[in-house]
């Protein structure tokens, strides 16, 4: 018998049949291409990056409380976490902001959820070979448009799937 590990885990979006996103050519464009992606009252959740001077300032000027408590990435040292809302607005100054920020500065790893479940989960997100998991809450042709927009690919992703060994064998 095969089960879907941690399938009921609302953070462990890997683990879940999702979309498989190649990673985008850098944030600037991402940022740019998740404007009307995204539906209303989403939050971004950005962990462990380093961020200084005017990334720092947008940073502390539009945090908000966690939503949803999503386990930490990096367990040492402690992490920087930052919650923005993915306003039409915070987007694009993100966009502007990260053409002069290299990319561990901004995250190394990156969630963006809404209500009590992730849609968009990326470790490593500075390595922008690594792929991205998206929600199957975000319909198909809404993934193709916006992979498409950003040169992008997509595949479905089936949850991780061990064997269970039953007591009975």
């Known amino acids: 018998m095969?089960?879907?590990?941690?399938?009921?885990?609302?953070?462990?979006?890997?683990r879940k049949?999702?979309?498989?996103?190649?990673g985008p050519k850098d944030f600037p464009s991402f940022f740019r291409g998740l404007i009307g992606f995204l539906p209303e009252g989403a939050i971004m959740r950005f962990e462990s990056g380093c961020p200084s001077g005017e990334l720092a300032t947008f940073f502390a000027s539009n945090s908000i409380p966690e939503k949803i408590p999503i386990p930490k990435g990096t367990i040492w040292p402690k992490p920087q976490v930052f919650n923005v809302p993915a306003t039409d607005q915070n987007?694009?100054?993100?966009?502007?902001?990260?053409?002069?920020?290299?990319?561990?500065?901004?995250?190394?790893?990156?969630?963006?959820?809404?209500?009590?479940?992730?849609?968009?989960g990326w470790h490593d997100a500075f390595l922008f070979d690594d792929p991205m998991y998206v929600s199957k809450k975000i319909p198909e042709d809404k993934i193709a448009i916006f992979c498409d927009s950003l040169s992008m690919t997509y595949k479905e992703h089936l949850g991780n799937v061990e064997p269970v060994i039953s007591a009975d064998r």
């Open 17 to 22: 049949d999702c979309w498989e996103v190649s």
């Open 2 to 14: 095969l089960k879907n590990k941690s399938k009921d885990n609302p953070f462990d979006l890997w």
């Open 91 to 120: 987007l694009l100054e993100l966009s502007e902001l990260t053409e002069k920020y290299a990319e561990p500065e901004v995250a190394i790893h990156f969630h963006i959820y809404l209500n009590d479940y992730v849609l968009i």
